[in-house]
């Protein structure tokens, strides 16, 4: 959809706030911050209790503010700052920290966010991903479009443990042809770690949405609902493990991502069969349990991993 805008021949300053989810982020966070204060108005900090430096730097800038609060996940996580932080400006940012706005984008919102019609609450980006400093453009995994500015009150995060999507309480959506870049620094047992936390999550969605489907339409993209629609209707009714086959060859094959290079096979395979088996392995060992102690599914997640629904 092309972007509407209106003609309007007054100077207007940004009015956006950034607001970022941080736990031991100080690998990212200066990078993240120096990125974000050329356009935005005030930085959040929502921080789980980090043990590192995140706080130390993130207290040198002016325009950050930060707030601690206990994590349950993330769409709780941001829907609580969503409601309990002083936000005075018209739009609001949601990045992570390793992510960051190409300069080509903010160029392009210093001269079009004042424009756009009041009617637009939504403005969705795509999103690039780095991985071993290379970018991943094959096997279904760009153009990725998410929703990541939208107007002060007109959106909410939905709520679940995975995967979750910005929704508009009111208004419409445009996209707008530009990139966010999502570039983790990190090691590569730091990324092996955080998808093990992801399986986890992954794999009570999964349970979950056995006992109580979710709606077709959550979201304005397309993309978002067709590629959930794709995920609980066919992938997630597959057999447990031979799905992980099909999937990759779906990805690295049909979908060109052995274009990708090394980098790309490392990525493709990784996400694939490494976690998607990780997580199949998960829900199997949740039922085993389960079924072994004749508990719910609440508890057994809560003694095997520690992990609160």
Sequence with gaps: ??????????????????????????????????????????IFIIDSFSTDDTLKIAKKYKKVEIFQHRFENYAKQLNWALKNCPIKTEWVLRLDTDEYLENNLIKYLENNLPKINQDVSGIYFRRKVIFRNQWIHFGG????????????????????????????????SIRIKKDIVDH????????????????????????????????????????????????????????????????????????????????GLQFHFLQCFWYRFLVDSKIYEIKIYQKKYRVGLIKAVKNLYNYQI
Excluded at 3 to 16: D, H, W
Excluded at 157 to 170: S, V, W, Y
């Design 184 to 263: 983790n620094l990190n090691s590569l047992s730091f990324w092996t770690l955080k998808h093990d936390w992801y399986a986890t999550r992954e794999a009570v969605d999964y349970l979950l949405n056995l006992k109580k489907p979710e709606p077709t339409k959550y979201s304005n993209s397309y993309q978002d609902q067709k590629r959930r629609w794709l995920k609980n209707r066919l992938y997630n009714q597959a057999p447990l493990f031979l799905r992980v086959y099909f999937y990759y060859f779906y990805r690295y094959i049909i979908l060109l991502g052995f274009l990708d290079g090394l980098a």
């Design 141 to 172: 995994f760009y153009p990725t479009w998410l929703l990541r500015l939208f107007r002060y009150q007109k959106a909410v995060c939905e709520t679940r443990h995975m995967d979750e999507h910005i929704k508009l309480l009111a208004g419409n």
């Design 1 to 42: 959809m092309e972007i509407n805008v209106v003609s309007n021949n007054k100077t207007m300053n940004l009015s956006i706030t950034a607001i970022v989810l941080t736990k031991n982020e100080e690998i990212h966070i200066k990078r993240f911050i120096n990125k974000v204060s050329g356009i935005a108005e005030k």
